[in-house]
């Protein structure tokens, strides 16, 4: 499947919206003096017309138009490694589409080009986001970006391998985690824990070892705490304690990615990795039987876990009304549900969420576990502009924390002066 990897943000190329000091409508007259909304929006599919996120874009449009004989909505669908940089480079050329769902927000916000959630939406459409996300939208107390769909991330744990090393519990502790990645190793498996700190995926996997040790990115405040006594704790454990015991397997985790590991895993050579939803679509494929468990911790099941979404925001050259009439529409419960279920994610307003809570066929039953932990969610710091430059920094240099001998509080140290530099520029 193509669908992007939540929250890598590949969108320094939005920081040219900033630039721009004026942009032209897309919002046009249509005929019969209607108005026209122009949306670009993500691909989520598997590259099959049948799976094509283009399809679910042309109904919401079709059934919307049915009901706002005045408005006609034109949808624009392009892949993940695209869609930021096509959105930036419209915005760059001041012809901005009215409603893009993509990658990252924050850029077009502080640049003052996006309405606000307040200036969009029903106060009830408000009120449905789950408060965690839309927290993540928001800019200094100011929603800009509209959560679209959103993950959360869970241990996957590969039940015949479990079985043949002997291991009855699922680990909920570091320690444990070590003691079962020991047992997997002794039987043979090719790589007892899964550790992706390669350029694909890196902060994300960073990010839940810090949550599992008490730590994160960032303070209540928005501040870098990256070389924070709790984060240089939690790699010395994973130099020291778990690749330091070549329990993560032959491959260097500074070069190893998450795609990877997800195949490896569908072929029965993983023990335990972290993994989101889509994993348990590729793992039955491939007939593997796993079990998911909540992020361990360092003395136990960790806090919280980390959250990843995708946005949805509205330009200011967009005739308000119309695009809040759309968006008030495209967050209708059913509507939600229909786009998640088709991909394996998370919804992100409490009703449906709910929906989903009681759904009783296969695939929510099988969300549930990755639905439950979401409202206490952390996020990457996506309101921040620096962010996605700081994510290339994290991409680049945190590998190096767990290579044999590493001075990992002086790794750190090093992405945070630089996160802190880039935070001082882009304020």
Known sequence: ??????????????????????????????????????????????????????????????????????????????????????????????????????????????????????????????????????????????????PFVSSTRLLFCNETLFRKAGIVKKPESWAEVQTAAAKLKAAGVKIPFGLPLGPEEAPAETMLWMLGGGGGYTDKNGSYTIRSQANVRTFEWLRDELVGKEL??????????????????????????????????QAEAGQIKYDMVPLPGIDGKAKSTMGVADWVMAFKTAPRKEVGAFLDFLYGTQTVLDFTGKYDLLPVTTSASEQMAKDESKRPKKLRPFLKPLPDAEFYPADKTSWAKVSKTIKEKIGGTVQKGADVAGILDEIQREADSTDGVAR
């Open 248 to 281: 993560t397997g032959p491959g260097n985790p500074a070069r190893t990615n998450r795609q990877d590991l997800f195949d490896a895993f569908c072929k029965g050579e993983v023990g335990m990795l972290h993994g989101h939803p889509s994993l348990m679509q």
């Open 1 to 146: 499947m193509q669908r992007r990897r939540f929250l890598s943000l590949s969108a320094a190329g939005a920081a040219t919206a900033a630039m721009v000091p004026a942009l032209s409508a897309c919002g046009s007259g249509g005929p019969g003096g209607g108005k026209t909304l122009k949306l670009v929006a993500a691909e989520y599919g598997d590259g099959k017309p049948e799976n094509s996120s283009k399809k679910y874009w042309d109904s919401v449009a079709r059934t919307f138009m049915g009901d706002h004989k005045g408005v006609k909505v034109d949808v624009e669908v392009y892949s993940w490694t695209e869609v930021d940089k096509k959105v930036a480079d419209m915005v760059a050329a001041g012809n901005a589409p009215d409603i893009a769902q993509i990658g990252a927000y924050a850029d077009f916000a502080a640049a003052g080009k996006l309405y606000s959630a307040d200036q969009l939406l029903s106060i009830s459409t408000q009120a449905d986001f789950i408060t965690s996300i839309a927290r993540a939208g928001e800019v200094h107390r100011m929603q800009y970006g509209l």
